[in-house]
């Protein structure tokens, strides 16, 4: 009978620590949550960092455009370039490839990166290509800023290849309407076949398409704050 005692006991004190250990398990994983869950928002917050570094310190480009600046433009358009992003693919940028257009891009695309910049479009008294406001942004090139540049690379320029506020259909893509007076903003995506986004500024340079020999062209630069 004693012996039975000794046994009963020892299941429940058994069984108690097992319940406590349970309950420390569940305490602990009570305790690691929170830390965890903040180690995942720190590595998310780094690699958000990460990438905003490819294009921290490149300055904003003004483009002051009218009709004693660019021949065959009336009126006036400043057009502001900024915030700019360097990825490794469209994808990465979270750009929808149905949204594309690669028609121009196509044979040097799988060996570039993808850039993306912010266009602040202030509309003067420009009436617009059919004079209905509408600024087509197929102008807005990179190009080599060298010869050597553009042998060196085997490309000649970049065109818009992604647009915010597309046109619709193919011809209407680049097309966006901006009354006279107002200002609005857009985002441009285009393939650059760089590794970076210091090649980009010290190799390229930002032309308005068909004025390149003009000298109508802007650099990319260093933010001297980087």
């Known amino acids: 009978m004693k012996n039975k005692r000794i046994a009963v006991v020892l299941l429940c004190a058994i069984m108690m620590a097992g319940c406590k250990k349970q309950e420390t398990d569940k305490l602990v994983t009570a305790l690691e949550e929170p830390i965890i869950q903040e180690k995942e928002m720190q590595n998310q917050e780094t690699s958000v960092q990460e990438e905003q570094k490819k294009s921290a310190g490149v300055e904003a480009v003004v483009l002051e455009m009218g009709t ?6 009336e009126g006036s358009l400043v057009i502001t370039l900024h915030d700019f ?14 949204k594309m257009y690669t028609t121009d891009a196509q044979y040097y695309a799988d060996r570039s990166k993808f850039f993306l910049v ?3 479009i202030q509309n003067a008294d420009y ?26 690379m085997e490309w000649e320029c970049s065109y818009p290849v992604y647009l915010s506020e597309p046109g619709m259909g193919e011809t209407d893509f680049y097309h966006v309407k901006i009354p006279q007076g107002e200002t609005k903003t857009v985002t ?39």
């Open 85 to 98: 992003q360097m990825y490794d693919t469209p994808e990465a940028a979270k750009v929808p490839s149905d």
């Open 68 to 73: 004693e600046k660019l021949i065959g433009k």
């Open 127 to 152: 009436p617009g290509d059919e004079g209905d406001g509408r600024v087509n942004l197929s102008f807005l090139t990179i190009v080599p800023k060298k010869a050597e540049d553009k042998e060196a």
């Open 118 to 120: 912010q266009a602040d």
């Open 188 to 226: 441009l995506g285009y393939y650059v076949p760089v590794k970076d986004i210091e090649e980009l500024c010290s190799r390229c340079i930002i032309s308005i398409s068909g004025s390149y020999d003009a000298g109508y062209t802007f650099g990319l630069g260093i933010s001297k704050e980087q």
